[in-house]
């Protein structure tokens, strides 16, 4: 353990948010690990033992967020590189273009994210044409927000032998399927393992400065590569900032690819391994076909081949997961988890905790196999404050009805089913408090949870999805991972007034959290402690 992490510390003077006493202004923290929450006056016997005391001015000490979805690198380099998701129409999307590929003249691939031509009043992605004009023909690839789809310049497609034949692929717009993962994998082969630990810091510094003490990163060989992979872990584990665990997507059917997964350094051979796609690039799975376009999406695994991963997975004690959006290929998840079922036992199922990631479109059925199974609903709540609502993407795509079905926490969490918020950062951007605000103010109404509910799964869901249940709150024994924030008058809000009332009386002992009104600043992180260690100090601090 690093000095900082065997120094015993007194934080007082503040709020502490915590079960274990919902009045507490006090935290002592000893070993990388909470010793006693408790009150100022307790406080006062503990302030001559220790080797630092705190003085939090009245801030609020919360457990450190866990951002069970994010893609690190990917992330790092839409925070370095060009980032399109401000760019208001595709005019001012190619001007940006222009401007990024002047100003990094020396650059072998240029490397972008996040255009989103649902918002564009042109409504139509970049054409290739245009591309090569920004570009004075350079190699480029831009990723659409959903990462789903990407655009490329001429010069990139010359770098990829044979992907004129490949599915997905499309002369002069976006490329999506085998075609896109060819291109993905060319214009990643270019960054350098220097470029590619450069990203990782500015990923884990930007986490770390909003409160992150925990990132998921779901990697796989459709999304990156095991160099990258192992890279961040290695990083991870050898430079103080947010902890990482590791997903790696690769489907398996024995316990030899089992052990490979688990020698990556992976917890799981789960994220993003893919059911279907996304909403927005018209490749998620459904049932009945798009509002805007005749199909139904694309589906990469049926349920047999959920069914084998699942069994192969369970067998070896490694959790499995999945990628699934649409109607289709979460009923396919259900489906082929049931099967494993069958086999081993539900019992075994549901103790390894699987999990499901963005698990957007559900029906009643689906929600109470959820339950039934244990799975874990890995969700992204801005999702829905990006894409839903009567005029936003999501009803373009599906039609109001049934993109008023989407995304039902509240649903969720009534038929027992555990969440764990994350961001799919860079599709949207890691914003932990943005995140439990567009839980709890849901475009749907009906779909909304509380404040306190949704800070849960965006701190103790992402441990408990990992299998630890000790972690993600600040009681005594459990890890030090911390934030510090300077924040308004704590109160306790709910979908229902009756709960919100009852909950502010003192009588009810329930700890409040900051007033996440839409409209309302959000917290300002000050300190980020993660196993003791300081991570981020905010520059007011």
């Given amino acids: 353990m690093t000095e900082s992490e065997t120094r015993t510390v007194l934080l007082r003077g503040g709020e502490v948010h915590s079960p274990a006493d919902p ?57 370095t590189g060009l980032d399109l998701s401000g760019a208001r129409s595709l005019r001012d999307a190619l001007g940006l273009v222009r401007a990024h590929a002047t100003a990094h003249p020396g650059v072998r691939i240029l490397l972008g994210h996040g255009w989103d031509s649902a918002r564009w009043p042109e ?24 990462v789903h789809s990407a655009v ?41 393992p220097h470029q590619r630990a450069e990203a990782q810091r500015a990923a884990r510094r930007h986490a770390a400065s909003l409160g992150i003490g925990t990132l998921h990163e779901c990697a796989g060989p459709d999304i990156s590569d095991e160099d990258d992979f192992t890279a961040l872990l290695a990083l991870a584990a050898g430079e103080p900032g947010p902890r990482v665990h590791g997903y790696w997507a690769e489907a398996i059917t024995d316990g030899k690819g089992a052990a490979r997964v688990r020698d990556l350094g992976a917890v799981g051979a789960a994220g993003d ?58 009923g396919a998840v259900v489906d082929g988890v049931r099967a494993a079922a069958e086999r081993l036992g539900l019992a075994r199922i549901r103790a390894a905790r699987h999990r499901v990631e963005h698990a957007e479109m559900l029906v009643p059925e689906t929600i109470a196999a959820f339950a039934e199974l244990g799975l874990t609903a890995s969700v992204q709540p801005a999702f829905d404050a990006a894409w839903g609502g009567e005029d936003g993407m999501y009803a373009e795509r599906l039609g109001a009805g049934r993109a008023r079905t989407l995304n039902p926490y509240a649903a969720l ?64 024994g459990a890890p030090a991972d911390y934030a510090v924030w300077r924040t308004g008058a704590l109160v306790v809000q709910a979908p229902d007034d009756r709960v919100s009332r009852w909950s502010t009386d003192p009588r009810s002992g329930t700890p409040g959290l900051p007033d996440l009104t839409p ?4 917290p300002e992180c000050l300190r980020t402690v993660v196993a003791g260690q300081t991570v981020f100090v905010g520059p007011k601090e």
């Fill in 273 to 330: 391994l893919f059911v279907d796609g996304s909403l927005g690039s018209h490749t998620a799975h459904l049932r009945e076909p798009y509002a805007d376009a005749p199909h139904t999406g694309t589906a990469h695994l049926d349920a047999a081949a959920v069914a084998a991963h699942v069994t192969a997975c369970t067998e070896a004690g490694l959790q499995a997961g999945f990628h699934a959006i649409g109607d289709a290929a979460v």
């Fill in 23 to 79: 009045f507490a202004t006090a935290m002592v923290v000893e070993r990388g690990h909470v010793a006693w929450v408790g009150s100022e006056g307790a406080a006062d016997a503990f302030a001559t033992g220790v080797d630092e005391v705190v003085d939090l001015d009245g801030a609020l000490v919360t457990p450190a967020f866990t951002d069970a979805h994010v893609h690190t690198t990917a992330t790092g380099l839409a925070l």
């Fill in 152 to 192: 490329a310049t001429t010069a990139l497609l010359d770098l990829v032998p044979g992907v004129t034949s490949l599915t997905g692929y499309d002369q002069e717009g976006p490329l999506t399927a085998a075609a896109h993962h060819a291109v993905r994998a060319a214009a990643h082969a270019a960054v350098s």
């Fill in 123 to 146: 409504r139509r992605a970049p054409s290739r044409t245009e591309l090569d004009e920004a570009t004075g023909g350079r190699p480029l690839y831009l990723t659409r927000i959903d």
């Fill in 413 to 476: 969490l009534r038929a027992g089913v555990p969440l764990a918020f994350g961001s799919d950062s860079p599709v949207t951007p890691l914003d932990p408090w943005g995140t439990v605000r567009a839980a709890a103010f849901h475009r749907t109404p009906e779909h909304r949870i509380s404040v306190r509910a949704a800070f849960t799964a965006h701190t103790r869901g992402g441990w408990r999805v990992l299998g630890r249940d000790d972690a993600g709150t600040l009681v005594p």
């Fill in 519 to 522: 409209g309302g600043p959000l």
